[in-house]
């Protein structure tokens, strides 16, 4: 017997946390035909002995929203073993859109997800009005992976209210009556789910708060049971939590209310080291309690990069550095390495009127230095001020000096989330906590400051194999995590496991070879707008719908990938609904 695809030899960690083992895996029609030993032959066959072969990953927290318009690729997210990305979280997004919101809701898109405007603006069709039209729009085309939407706030808002619903004013009962109708027959036309933001970091590019920060919790609840109503789709929230029991206990409400599954991003902030297991053991009570509440987590700090050609870098805020800001990088570098100017900009101090620059840009004690192969837990002795201090110069020379290296491509890493201890212990309890999944790569996000779209593969690598302070988890779990976990909780239940009738979305993966690579920069966006790149080696081969789309790091060209319309039944489900 013959087969489209067989995977030989491999070590399988099928998604299920079980002990892994030596199987074949048979593939045909997009589907897992068999698991064990597999005789016959396949049209094409992969020797995986010795390697790890797991279900495509599934990221449940990304904003490609804007790529998928004008491109066909989910990188940097589908060179990470990702088969399937959820797109639409926090509450942005590009539908519903009357044309005369376009230019506000790309100025949120480029405040809060530093996505800039002539990237957004020259990439974007607007060939939709209504979300079904956006939706029917990306039915329309080929990717390298599958991805689904959800409904975004902040677009809602705007499109019901208009001027009233951009300046947070509080929605009346007839807005909310439409809100809710236009977020059910999103469901209805195939959103996997409705996302909100409550946090004051998210910001349009003229600094003004996002449309959806301040809203009710009638309105939030109109919303939810409107999905209640339809039956279907999941609720995803980001949030302040400046009083955490206040906001956790009308996320429960809401829950309680409609039934629908929630989960909203957690993470540990320097502000308050200890405030997360507030919130933690909230959602963890309400899960004891049979409530469908996760918190999304994440397995290392949410770390903003630096350099000369990022949006930001140490000296972003001086006078000095401003007349040069806009130089292409060569000129920069010129600049920086003349010593009359680089003396003038070493004795100028900063000027911020960004507050996030202002408090966190000047601190040496938390800047790291980033490596060919960076190291996500670092420790003290790699800051810039530990590196200023063993070379006898100032902070400031220290950070220069490593921004001009390697011709100014030179890189600075700041955790600003999950290290405010300097460890990644709590990252360890957030993980293993069965109340959690993890999220928030936001990959197709932050393109000029953040490059966590990896976060799969430093999932793999660090928390099974290169950690050295403090514990690890077993491969099988962690490959659990994020595949049946991610999968089933938005509810694609077709996918995440390698059983047979289950979607053949796979990788197979030189386990010991993996490694993460710094990030580099790619001037690939429209308008040639530039964006962060990682890439890894050691992934074998990626499989979507049965076809491989990158053979040892490298588009192999096929593009299995599809939008995928609202929940999916498992196999079983599926025969016994044929019969």
Known sequence: MSHDLIIRNGFVADGTGEPGREADIAIDNGRIAHVGKVPG??????DAKGQLVTPGFVDVHTHYDGQVTWGDTLTPSSIHGVTTAVMGNCGVGFAP??????????????GVEDIPFPVLFTGLLWDWESFPDYLNSLSAKSFDIDFAAQLPHAALRVFVMGERGANREEATETEIAQMAKLAKEAVEAGALGFSTSRTL???????????TLTASEAELTGIAMALKEAGKGVLQFVSDFDDPKKEAAMLRRIV????RPLSVSLAQSDRAPEGWRVLLASIEQAVEEGLPMRAQVCGRPVGVLLGLELTMNPFTAHPVFQEIRDKPLAEKVAALRDP?????????????DNPFVKSLLRQFGKLFTLDAVPDYEPTADRTVEA?????????????LDILLEDDGHGMLYLPFLNYAQGSLDPSYEMLKSSATIPGLSDGGAHVGMICDGSFPT?????????????????????????TADTAHWVGLNDRGLIVPGYRADLNVIDYDRLTLHRPEILRDLPAGGRRLMQRASGYTATIVAGEIIYRDGDPTGAK?????????????????AAE
């Open 340 to 352: 009359d100017f680089r003396a003038r900009l070493l004795a100028s101090r900063p000027d911020p």
């Open 97 to 110: 859109c009357k044309p005369e919101d376009h230019d506000r809701l790309i100025r949120l898109m480029e």
């Open 387 to 399: 590196i200023a201090k063993a070379r006898g110069v100032s902070n400031e020379e220290a950070a």
């Open 201 to 211: 970091n998210h910001r349009t590019s003229d600094g003004q708060p996002t449309p």
């Open 458 to 482: 430093s999932m793999l690598t660090h928390w099974t194999r290169d950690r050295r302070r403090g514990d690890r988890f077993p491969v099988e779990w962690i490959v659990k995590r994020q």
């Open 256 to 259: 309680e209310a409609s039934g």
């Open 560 to 576: 299995p990938g599809r939008l995928v319309r609202g929940a999916q039944h498992s196999p079983e489900i599926s025969r016994i």
């Open 41 to 46: 032959k396949g049209l094409q066959e992969i």
